[in-house]
């Protein structure tokens, strides 16, 4: 079995955890004789298993073989939207998405092909994001007075975003799809990277300026792939 080794100051005794991604941690006291490591998690291992089983099951981390379907529905979370969808079936090459009045999307070609409608689901969502998170960040700029220079939509499968020396700032898309706090919250801790682009301790402090419960919700923010959808 894998897992890495950590010494922490605040721990007495060693023990382990498994965190989200599945990483077997043993933590030990510092100074703490590692040569007891290797039985201590022979020992555990039934406990291991059956946290990684329940972990997997609660955030599905195993890739399912059963197939993704397309969605008939869209939670914009952080903006407090819910889209509906409709598939109308229809002779032509590509999936066409047509944005409705309230909060409807028709989807119109071969929509028995989950694939290709999930596909163009995700396009529309990106632009969509580009308008929604576009605006949001605008916002937040003039009321904190941290100014950035070009924004951009991503799809990025582990970053919420980034920012540039040249303060431009990236967002993937999938914000929308989080908690409002969460979503704003990344906004604050980016656009405070205009101004220090690292996470000194002045960086903190500016954050907390601006949200100060900014540590829980970096924490809950390591915990948000559970707010996104599978076929996303
Ligand atoms: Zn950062």
């Known amino acids: 079995m894998n897992y890495s080794i950590r010494e922490s100051k605040r721990t ?10 599945g990483n077997v941690e043993v933590v030990i006291p510092v100074g703490f004789n590692r040569s007891y490591i290797p039985d201590f998690v022979e020992k555990n291992h039934p406990w291991i298993a059956k946290t990684m089983l329940r972990l997997e099951k609660k955030f599905s ?7 993704i379907c397309k969605p008939d529905e869209i939670f914009i979370t952080a903006f407090h939207e819910h889209w509906r ?7 032509r090459v590509n999936i066409k998405v047509q944005q ?16 290709q409608c ?9 632009s969509y994001a580009k308008e929604k998170l576009t605006k949001h960040v605008q916002t937040i700029s003039e009321q904190t007075q941290l100014n950035f220079n070009k924004i951009s939509i991503r799809n990025q499968k582990t970053r919420w975003g980034s920012c540039s020396n040249k303060k431009n700032i990236n967002l993937n898309f999938k914000l929308m799809l989080l908690p409002f706090d969460l979503m704003n919250y990344v906004i604050i801790h980016e656009l405070c990277h205009t101004i220090h682009l690292n996470h000194s301790a002045k960086f903190w ?11 829980i919700l970096d924490k809950q923010l390591k915990q948000s792939a559970r707010y996104i959808p599978d076929w996303v």
């Open 12 to 21: 007495k005794y060693m023990h382990l955890r498994v965190n989200l991604n």
């Open 118 to 126: 999930i596909v163009a689901i995700k396009r529309w969502l990106i």
């Open 205 to 215: 402090k500016l954050v907390a300026l601006f949200e100060p419960d900014y540590k």
């Open 61 to 67: 981390l195993i890739a399912s073989d059963e197939p």
């Open 85 to 91: 969808i409709d598939y109308i079936e229809q002779r």
């Open 100 to 115: 409705k009045e309230s909060q409807q999307l028709w989807l119109l070609g071969d929509v028995n092909d989950d694939e």
